[in-house]
């Protein structure tokens, strides 16, 4: 006799449209980067189909605080080898000038360590925000990030990096920040916001040789396509400007010069610093 009742299964979604959902989770604006982490290691726990995808996604950028996470993370990575491949952008985001700044150790902390990292974003706190968390009893902020003599050389290991962004960081000196950017030699897209330096000092040979008259002229940075320069001193602006090669098309900067404070985001909208744009063809 015929079943009149067959049984049937429910319809399932395909994997591939299940990956498209995992990915539109992530959103590496920090407003919202931390339900997104939350929401995409919930995914992980859906089922073993979604482990992958939501793993991968959830190590693509990295959000890190402090020195003490960054070395939590280092001991991840090492326990789980294969987690290295997934991580393309890096954020520190925190207290930068102190004395164990997470952004002057992370070069030897992660050193070999993220074959992939190709986004390296690096972010002072509000003023704000530091009311709201303060540092651990005996640490004091520092006029300015504690960049040491050899920090360029250990960053050159990080030369695959393509984009780095710099957020309301200090430095000691303008020619420091030149022989920070000379440690990324190959870097195709910089962006400078609110960054400052105590006093000009003394500029690295690179950027002396290839302001210079010179012949043949080597520019600095040769690599550089893109820069964006948003509150930055105009004698250093220039300076970085005319070092650079015919290899830039993309140049902005804020005119006039005046800092605009970080507006809200909500999602689906974009919220932007009028700067003066301009493009060039590159020879």
Not at 19 to 27: K, N
Not at 145 to 150: A, L, Q, S
Not at 189 to 200: A, H, I, R
Not at 269 to 281: D, E, I, L, S, V
Request: proline share 8%; aromatic share 8%.
């Amino acid at each position: 006799m015929e079943d009149r009742h067959p049984i049937t299964r429910p319809p399932r979604l395909s994997i591939e449209l299940c990956e498209h959902v995992i990915d539109a989770v992530y959103d590496y604006y920090y407003q919202f980067i931390v339900e997104s982490l939350a929401t995409l290691s919930k995914c992980t726990l859906v089922c073993r189909a979604w482990r992958p995808r939501a793993q991968m996604m959830l190590f693509e950028s990295v959000l890190i605080g402090d020195t003490a996470k960054l070395h939590r993370f280092a001991a991840l990575l090492d326990d789980s080898p294969r987690l290295r491949e997934y991580v393309h952008r890096l954020a520190l985001r925190g207290y930068l000038h102190i004395p164990a700044s997470p952004a002057v150790l992370f070069p030897t902390i992660m050193r070999l360590r993220l074959p992939n990292l190709t986004h390296l974003y690096l972010q002072d706190i509000t003023s704000k925000e530091k009311l709201e968390t303060s540092l651990p009893k005996g640490v004091k902020e520092l006029p300015s990030v504690p960049v040491h003599p050899y920090f360029p050389s250990l960053l050159s290991t990080f030369n695959h990096v393509r984009r780095l962004d710099l957020v309301r960081i200090r430095f000691c000196s303008f020619g420091d920040l030149c022989r920070v950017l000379s440690g990324l030699s190959g870097l195709p897209e910089l962006s400078c916001d609110n960054v400052s330096w105590q006093v000009f000092g003394t500029l690295p040979p690179g950027v002396l040789k290839a302001i210079s008259n010179a012949h043949p002229r080597k520019p600095f940075l040769s690599k550089l396509r893109t820069l964006n320069c948003y509150d930055m001193d105009e004698k250093g602006r220039a300076t970085l400007v005319a070092s650079l090669g015919p290899s830039v098309s993309d140049l902005s900067f804020t005119s006039p010069n005046t800092y605009l404070p970080e507006l809200p985001r909500h999602r689906g909208h974009t919220t932007g610093t009028p700067a003066f744009r301009t493009r060039r063809k590159a020879c």
